[in-house]
């Protein structure tokens, strides 16, 4: 009887911390969505504060991000900027040493590597194949 006992109370004990975990899961998942869903919203121009914005230290945020997103915070970055600057160069008036401070590079010089390293023509290429006819 009191191995009937020990054991109903060891299998207890089991499925108290199965359903504990099972919960962790859940709430886990849930707020995957949730939290990236935020740090996209917040528009945050570094790292540091899209970690804040996710309620999570530097360091843990890069590794949760680029394990949902599939790229580091920092391309992430780079690659919105440069959108940013594909919609900027639409714009003749604009020079590019203006698109480049406007969109957050210090360098312009750096603007044209990074936009060129993403999109495969520099800036100035890239305002050349636009159809301003339209």
Same mark, same amino acid.
């Given at each position: 009887? +009191?191995?009937?006992?020990?054991? +109903?109370? *060891? /299998?207890?004990?089991? #499925?108290?911390? #199965?359903?504990?975990?099972?919960? @962790?899961?859940?709430?886990?998942?849930? &707020?995957?969505?949730?939290?990236?869903?935020?740090?996209? +919203?917040?528009?945050?121009?570094?790292? *540091?504060?899209?970690?804040?914005?996710?309620?999570?230290s530097k360091y843990h945020f890069i590794r949760v991000f680029k394990k949902n997103? @599939?790229? /580091?915070?920092?391309?992430?970055?780079?690659?919105?900027?440069? &959108?940013?600057?594909?919609?900027? #160069?639409h714009n003749p008036n604009k020079t590019i040493k203006q698109i480049a401070y +406007? &969109?957050?590079?210090?360098?312009? *010089?750096? $603007?044209?590597? &990074? $936009?060129?390293?993403? /999109? @495969?023509?520099?800036?100035?290429? $890239?305002?050349?194949?636009? *159809?301003?006819?339209k």
């Amino acid at each position: 009887v +009191e191995k009937k006992i020990n054991c +109903e109370i *060891d /299998t207890s004990w089991l #499925l108290y911390k #199965l359903l504990l975990q099972l919960k @962790g899961c859940r709430i886990s998942s849930e &707020t995957k969505g949730h939290f990236l869903q935020r740090v996209l +919203e917040c528009r945050a121009e570094n790292i *540091d504060e899209m970690a804040k914005c996710a309620g999570m230290s530097k360091y843990h945020f890069i590794r949760v991000f680029k394990k949902n997103i @599939g790229i /580091t915070p920092w391309q992430y970055i780079m690659q919105r900027k440069i &959108t940013n600057a594909k919609e900027l #160069l639409h714009n003749p008036n604009k020079t590019i040493k203006q698109i480049a401070y +406007e &969109t957050g590079f210090k360098d312009p *010089d750096y $603007f044209s590597t &990074t $936009f060129k390293k993403i /999109t @495969g023509l520099r800036p100035g290429d $890239f305002r050349n194949t636009l *159809d301003y006819s339209k």
